[in-house]
């Protein structure tokens, strides 16, 4: 199994920019298909989205496209992901995910803690 952290989560103010990393231990970082998911306050959990193992592939959700960038890096067992143009409505907390699978929105057997971010008007 793989275990991952999140950090780089924060407060920051609409149209400003975070970088959250998820470092994984455990089973090989590459052996595994890489998502951001979030969770808003009074919401379900949403997918954001996901790198397949390779990093070759990427695929981002609607409220997102355009603004977040997912990305890995195999060698350091990190993903990441690049928030840029902030609005209040990203304010959540986001979980890194980890599957053998490609992750869905169904979800994925492997999670972070999360970290919190807070987006100010």
């Known amino acids: 199994q793989v275990q991952l952290v999140e950090s780089g989560g924060g407060l920051v103010q609409a149209g400003g920019s975070l970088r959250l990393s998820c470092a994984a231990s455990?089973?090989?970082?590459?052996?595994?298909?890489m998502g951001w998911f979030r969770q808003r306050p009074g919401r379900e959990r949403e997918l954001l989205a996901t790198?397949?193992?390779?990093?070759?592939?990427?695929v981002y959700l609607d409220p997102v496209k355009g603004r977040f960038t997912i990305s890995r890096d195999n060698a350091k067992n990190t993903l990441y992901l690049q928030m840029n143009s902030l609005k209040p409505e990203d304010t959540a907390v986001y979980y890194c995910?980890?599957?053998?699978?490609?992750?869905?929105?169904?979800?994925?057997?492997?999670w972070g803690q999360g970290t919190q971010v807070t987006v100010s008007s």
């Open positions: 995910a980890a599957d053998r699978m490609v992750i869905s929105s169904r979800g994925a057997t492997y």
């Open positions: 455990g089973r090989s970082f590459s052996d595994y298909h």
């Open positions: 790198v397949t193992w390779s990093g070759s592939e990427t």
